[in-house]
T-cell receptor
Framework: GDSVTQMEGPVTLSEEAFLTINCTYTATGYPSLFWYVQYPGEGLQLLLKATKADDKGSNKGFEATYRKETTSFHLEKGSVQVSDSAVYFCALSDRGNTGKLIFGQGTTLQVKP | GAVVSQHPSWVICKSGTSVKIECRSLDFQATTMFWYRQFPKQSLMLMATSNEGSKATYEQGVEKDKFLINHASLTLSTLTVTSAHPEDSSFYIC????????????FGPGTRLTVT
């Protein structure tokens, strides 16, 4: 079945460092891909998404490009801030028009001042 | 906009009792809601898809008689954990899909259930 694999955390960075969180997927067909963020004590929020190959999703300085050839959707940010500390989830939705999401295991990011 | 609430945010119950968790979309209608379970340091696992006015669709391995889902209105879905046991202790998260918008979901803050 479909699945999502993320790099294991936690990831600890200093403020203004470059961030990459790897995400690869296995799916039949061409799913939509998402990054969600969960701040402490809050629900998941959609960070960005891409619905077809070579699309780039971006939001709040974060970017991710849908790479069909490598089945990847890595999350990047050029300069992280302390406020970016959170858990990041990569997810895909099936093409069956159900809206179901399959999540990766989540990666905890801690940014130190 | 697009706020989803869950109630309660945490609950402690004794083994053998039942617990109901509510999920509400506060400012939009949701024909479909999803229920997830999250174990510590693990991913969200989809338990079931809740559709307004019809029976929920459960994922493989989820006991439908144990996790009762009711979606009686376009803004409310409930998950009842029946005859709870310690292994049911977990973080339960719901999400709501705005009607007609398949690829959008808004998540509630979650409910921490502890069964003693």
């Amino acid at each position: 079945g479909d699945s999502v694999t993320q790099m294991e955390g936690p990831v600890t960075l200093s403020e203004e460092a470059f961030l990459t969180i790897n995400c690869t997927y296995t799916a039949t067909g061409y799913p939509s891909l998402f990054w969600y963020v969960q701040y402490p004590g809050e629900g998941l929020q959609l960070l960005l998404k891409a619905t077809k190959a070579d699309d780039k999703g971006s939001n709040k300085g974060f970017e991710a490009t849908y790479r069909k050839e490598t089945t990847s959707f890595h999350l990047e940010k050029g300069s992280v801030q302390v406020s970016d500390s959170a858990v990041y989830f990569c997810a895909l939705s099936d093409r069956g028009n159900t809206g179901k999401l399959i999540f990766g295991q989540g990666t905890t990011l801690q940014v130190k001042p | 906009g697009a706020v989803v609430s869950q109630h309660p945010s945490w609950v402690i119950c004794k083994s053998g009792t039942s617990v109901k968790i509510e999920c509400r979309s506060l400012d939009f209608q949701a024909t479909t809601m999803f229920w997830y379970r999250q174990f510590p340091k693990q991913s969200l696992m989809l338990m079931a898809t809740s559709n307004e006015g019809s029976k929920a669709t459960y994922e493989q391995g989820v006991e439908k008689d144990k996790f009762l889902i009711n979606h009686a209105s376009l803004t409310l879905s409930t998950l009842t954990v029946t005859s709870a046991h310690p292994e049911d202790s977990s973080f339960y998260i719901c999400s709501a899909q705005p009607s007609g918008r398949t690829y959008e979901q808004y998540f509630g803050p979650g409910t921490r259930l502890t069964v003693t």
